[in-house]
């Protein structure tokens, strides 16, 4: 369980922008589910993402533990690009589907990354999972950004929203 007091909000930030800000190990997307869960609470009572917090508030964030998903690790050969201790660029290959679904679910381009990067990996959302933030379709080849940590996760993330990322 984690808390805040509220000491400053003299921009009258809503809930889940104020709670990004104070925690960056948090996206705005898993701040707004676990609002939407009743995990997180202000002086112990369910408010909306809306809310404005007040100087003096006590907000009760309970984290879920990350847990892990059925996944396979395979040893299935993508090309490395780069890779330090927070990313891992691949190059994907055409016909290779990212992420396990109905009618796919090995062979994919996590169950590589999970052979490739074992234990460090983003537990963005309370998964242990690869930090894969954005996509290539089935039959697009190119080189994809996989986040190691939930701080990169979250920057790359950001970025990618702000519109800081760029193909050139």
């Given at each position: 369980?984690?808390?805040?007091?509220?000491?400053?909000?003299?921009?009258?930030?809503?809930?889940?922008?104020?709670?990004?800000?104070?925690?960056?190990?948090?996206s705005?997307?898993?701040?707004?589910?676990?609002?939407?869960?009743?995990?997180?609470?202000?002086?112990?009572?369910?408010?909306?993402?809306?809310?404005?917090?007040?100087?003096?508030?006590?907000?009760?964030?309970?984290?879920?533990?990350?847990?892990?998903?059925?996944?396979?690790?395979?040893?299935?050969?993508?090309?490395?690009?780069?890779?330090?201790?927070d990313?891992?660029?691949?190059?994907?290959?055409?016909?290779?589907?990212?992420?396990?679904?109905?009618?796919n679910?090995?062979?994919?381009?996590?169950?590589?990354?999970?052979?490739?990067?074992?234990?460090?990996?983003?537990?963005?959302g309370?998964?242990?999972?690869?930090?894969?933030?954005?996509?290539?379709d089935?039959?697009?080849?190119?080189?994809?950004i996989?986040?190691?940590?939930d701080?990169?996760?979250?920057?790359?993330?950001?970025?990618?929203?702000?519109?800081?990322?760029?193909?050139?």
């Amino acid at each position: 369980m984690k808390e805040l007091v509220v000491k400053d909000n003299n921009q009258k930030k809503r809930l889940d922008s104020y709670i990004v800000e104070e925690l960056e190990d948090l996206s705005r997307t898993t701040v707004k589910r676990l609002i939407d869960e009743e995990k997180i609470l202000v002086n112990g009572k369910k408010q909306k993402s809306s809310y404005k917090p007040e100087i003096g508030d006590l907000i009760s964030i309970d984290m879920p533990k990350a847990h892990e998903i059925k996944l396979e690790a395979q040893d299935i050969p993508v090309p490395v690009i780069y890779e330090d201790n927070d990313i891992i660029v691949v190059n994907k290959p055409k016909g290779m589907v990212v992420h396990p679904a109905n009618g796919n679910p090995d062979g994919t381009l996590v169950n590589a990354i999970l052979a490739m990067c074992k234990d460090s990996l983003s537990g963005i959302g309370g998964e242990i999972r690869p930090g894969i933030v954005h996509r290539l379709d089935k039959d697009t080849s190119g080189l994809l950004i996989v986040a190691k940590n939930d701080i990169a996760h979250i920057k790359m993330s950001k970025q990618i929203q702000d519109r800081k990322v760029n193909n050139k």
